[in-house]
């Protein structure tokens, strides 16, 4: 056995790759043909090649800068090797006469071809080229990939590549045996593809990538199945209250949101905590349904909890539950960062003596000093804001049992994530707008069009009309988020002069914020110019017109968030997006998915290609390791055998699942539950 140095082991320690076992899954980045040569005069600019050279002059240069410059040829032609760094044993290696394989570009230089930094191995007249593709793996500073390969080789001579899968299912989803895979990916064979190894297409990658799917969905689907070994109070009322909810609201639940709530409605009844994702797009009814979840909890007995992400979200929730529930006899609590000592201390005293059975707030109810006296349900809006803890931290409050949660997003969550990131929960999906919800015109304009706007929105409010003016994401700054905002109002002012303008940001103070927001609901505010403050929970039906500036700078999400604040009233509605160019390739086919769609779950799918699942999740994230080796769109066939797979496994055979996950997860799965 190799003892290994300090220096090895903390830099594999670093890249969490400690132990043989993690080693062994640590596969190759990419590949490199290192089985041909191709003569200089041959080489292509911009594609990798290995030469073989004899070197003809070597010199360091100080001007402009240190230097090693390297002239070497063969049969075809000469090229030019530079090194900015390099050591006296690199000088030695390209002395004059010297033979080398050189691997790396080829790009044209003053003085014809050359090679910025190349690999560099010595050879004979008659050295040999491997027979097989080279692996290079992700490694860190101090770490070579000559070392990397040495500890890898190490590990696959000790470690057990057992199979993991039985033999019937791994020959029926057509995967080779696990310790081949592993060995073909670090050890390619002769002859194999370099497309098909660096595309990850080969039969090895299939199997890593199904293995890697597989744990995820074993360990998603014991902590659904865990949840109902858990304690939960069964919310079962008489229903009188419920009743008297609907009879009261102007309007009629529509068949989608009646379906959502027959669904949530079934899960509070049970005995085991509900952990269940409404999803709907923007304006499709979602607050109503987590009213009748609120409500139920306080029939059956118990209070329940509404925690969203940002204060103007939360005291907009606060308002229309205050509006709905008081009337009924039910006291709502308001809990936020920003309430006067004195306050906080009575809604506190409120909360936990049971007077207020609902209390809506930011993540001040998570707070150490809120306890509440009886907790029955959780409602979480716009789940994905919060981290794993913070949704761990609101179900301790229950005490010794766990609460009902019900997790709500107006980001639709595309189909290959909930089968994979989302499957640990049920799902229900408001798809349909409430009747008297228009369709929204969106217009893509140049920002050199920009008075033409402004006059299209002077007119618009001159005949009764509102409208938002949406200032720009500054993300490197705040401060010159808020000027921009500032400037943009300044401006409005003197160019609508016969309208009243106002003025929203993030800076501002609740109270303050709260009568500009109020003042344009009540109409006695125009055109609100405003940051992304208002991009959630924002209900002014009368607001027919919005212009985003610099919409290039916005995510699709963002975009499609801000235009759900118009198009709620029975005016026709348009949302302009003014763009400055030039456009990067994203933000050009952003603003296209923008333009075409208006159906949120488009739009996400749309999304996930753009910016792939890592930053799609989020903070759903924490905790939970993203997939290394598959790929949710490429590999989304995978992903439905894998979850066939885990099924058929935790049901015949939860030994083999157990020594999978193992295998895979290493302990990872912990926040899953949440």
């Not at 009646?258 to 509900?274: H, N, T, Y």
């Not at 998915?593 to 999304?607: K, L, Q, R, S």
């Not at 994230?621 to 598959?630: C, M, T, V």
């Not at 769109?633 to 066939?644: Q, T």
Request: aromatic fraction near 6%; glycine fraction near 6%.
């Amino acid at each position: 056995m190799s003892t290994r140095s300090e220096a090895l082991a903390g830099a594999l320690d670093k890249l969490g790759l400690g132990a043989d076992a993690a080693l062994v899954l640590h596969f190759p980045l990419r590949y490199e043909d290192e089985t041909r040569l191709t003569p200089l005069a041959q080489a292509r600019a911009g594609a990798p090649v290995q030469v073989e050279v004899e070197v003809s002059a070597s010199e360091v240069k100080f001007k402009p800068r240190r230097q090693l410059i390297v002239s070497a040829f063969d049969d075809s032609g000469t090229v030019t090797l530079r090194f900015f760094n390099f050591y006296p044993s690199q000088q030695k290696q390209l002395a004059v006469g010297r033979r080398v394989r050189l691997f790396g570009d080829i790009t044209p230089g003053f003085f014809g071809a050359e090679m910025l930094h190349p690999r560099v191995r010595s050879v004979g007249e008659d050295t040999p080229l491997p027979d097989r593709l080279t692996p290079v793996y992700p490694t860190t500073a101090g770490l070579s990939q000559a070392s990397l390969r040495r500890a890898i080789d190490e590990a696959l001579a000790r470690v057990s590549l057992d199979d993991s899968l039985p033999d019937a299912l791994r020959r029926h989803y057509g995967l080779m045996p696990f310790a081949e895979a592993v060995d073909a990916l670090h050890r390619p064979r002769p002859g194999e593809s370099l497309r098909d190894m660096d595309e990850r297409l080969a039969p090895a990658w299939r199997r890593i990538k199904f293995d890697e799917l597989l744990a995820q969905q074993i360990s998603l689907k014991r902590a659904h199945d865990a949840r109902r070994s858990r304690d939960a109070p069964s919310l079962a009322g008489r229903g009188a209250l419920i009743k008297r909810f609907l009879a009261a609201l102007p309007f009629r639940l529509t068949g989608a949101q009646a379906r959502a709530w027959k669904e949530i409605s079934s899960d509070l009844a049970q005995p085991f905590p509900m952990q269940r994702l409404l999803q709907g797009d923007v304006g499709s009814g979602k607050t109503v349904v987590a009213a009748l979840a609120c409500l139920r909890a306080v029939e059956a007995g118990y209070q329940a909890a509404f925690m969203a992400p940002t204060e103007i979200l939360a005291e907009q929730h606060y308002r229309k539950l205050a509006g709905w529930l008081e009337p009924l006899g039910i006291r709502v609590a308001w809990l936020s960062g920003s309430l006067k000592v004195r306050d906080k201390r009575a809604m506190k005293a409120l909360i936990a003596s049971g007077e207020a059975p609902v209390a809506v707030g930011t993540h001040a109810l998570i707070e150490d000093a809120v306890d509440f006296a009886r907790l029955g349900a959780a409602v979480v809006d716009e789940q994905h804001r919060f981290g794993v803890r913070q949704r761990l931290a609101l179900r301790a409050k229950a005490g010794g049992i766990s609460p009902h949660q019900l997790m709500m997003s107006a980001t639709p969550i595309p189909r290959t994530l909930a089968m994979s990131y989302y499957a640990d929960l049920d799902v229900s999906v408001i798809d349909e707008l409430p009747p008297g919800r228009t369709p929204v015109l969106t217009k893509l304009i140049s920002a050199a069009r920009r008075e033409q706007v402004i006059a299209r929105v002077r007119d618009a409010c001159a005949v009764g009309a509102q409208a938002y003016w949406v200032c720009p994401l500054i993300e490197e700054s705040e401060t010159l988020q808020l000027q921009t905002a500032i400037d943009t109002h300044e401006q409005l002012v003197a160019a609508c002069a016969d309208l009243k303008v106002g003025l929203v940001h993030g800076r501002m103070k609740p109270d303050e914020k709260a009568a500009v927001m109020a003042a344009f609901v009540a109409g006695d505010i125009d055109l609100l110019v405003a940051t992304t403050v208002i991009e959630v929970g924002v209900d002014v039906p009368n607001a027919s017109l919005m212009v985003i500036e610099h919409a290039e700078r916005f995510g699709l999400s963002q975009l499609h968030q801000l235009r759900g604040r118009v198009g709620r009233g029975s005016r026709e509605s348009a949302c302009v997006l003014l763009y400055e160019g030039p456009l990067s390739q994203t933000a050009r086919e952003r603003l296209r998915v923008i333009h075409a769609y208006t159906d949120g779950f488009m739009i996400a799918a749309e999304d996930l290609k753009l910016r792939g699942p890592g930053e799609f999740i989020g903070s759903r994230q924490s905790g939970q390791p993203l997939l290394r080796f598959a790929d949710l769109l490429l590999d989304e066939a995978l992903v439905e055998l894998a979850r066939e797979a885990a099924a058929t496994l935790l049901r015949d055979d939860v030994p083999a699942a157990e020594r999978h996950q193992a295998r895979w997860l290493a302990g990872r799965e912990d926040l899953l539950k949440a």
